[in-house]
């Protein structure tokens, strides 16, 4: 329990880039198995008669499917908000020793992980330019991790999450 707070205490390095997208790469595993899972229950709540193949093209109702599609983004913000807000860590970033923690606090709180989520898809899907801001701040933060003034530290091999 010594080696915990004494780890805890720390500064660790910033995340780099590759690392903190092969943790992206199998939280994206994670998430598209519980989006498979939200559209099989989905399904057996509406039925599959709601799609409909004209001139060779699935017609959907678009009802269902934003419905889905909001299901899909409150599933992806639960997911990231419940692992960082507990521990810091999804999956992904456990398997590859990152962690996101406060500036100030250690743990980030519910507006951080909201603000966070909410900056790091447009800072992805902008050919990724919020993430590229990495290697242009001083610190190695990106864009998201400045708004939400969070940080991802590497954390050394020795330490043990579960012990």
Request: charged share 15%; proline share 3%.
């Amino acid at each position: 329990m010594s080696e915990t707070v004494e780890v805890e205490n720390l500064e660790f390095p910033r995340a780099g880039l590759l690392r903190r997208l092969a943790a992206l790469l199998y939280d994206i595993f994670l998430v598209a198995a519980i989006w498979i899972l939200l559209g099989f229950i989905l399904q057996l709540f509406v039925g599959v008669d709601n799609n409909q193949v004209v001139d060779g093209q699935v017609v959907t109702n678009p009802v269902v499917d934003n419905f889905l599609f909001i299901l899909m983004i409150l599933s992806c913000f639960l997911f990231y908000c419940w692992f960082w807000m507990r521990s810091g860590q999804t999956l992904g970033m456990l398997a590859w020793r990152i962690r996101v923690d406060s500036i100030e606090e250690g743990k980030i709180n519910f507006s951080q992980a909201l603000i966070r989520f909410l900056v790091a898809w447009p800072a992805f899907f902008m050919l990724g330019l919020g993430f590229f801001w990495i290697y242009l701040d001083e610190q190695g933060d990106a864009v998201h991790d400045k708004v939400s003034c969070t940080k991802v530290i590497v954390l050394p091999k020795s330490y043990r999450p579960f012990s």
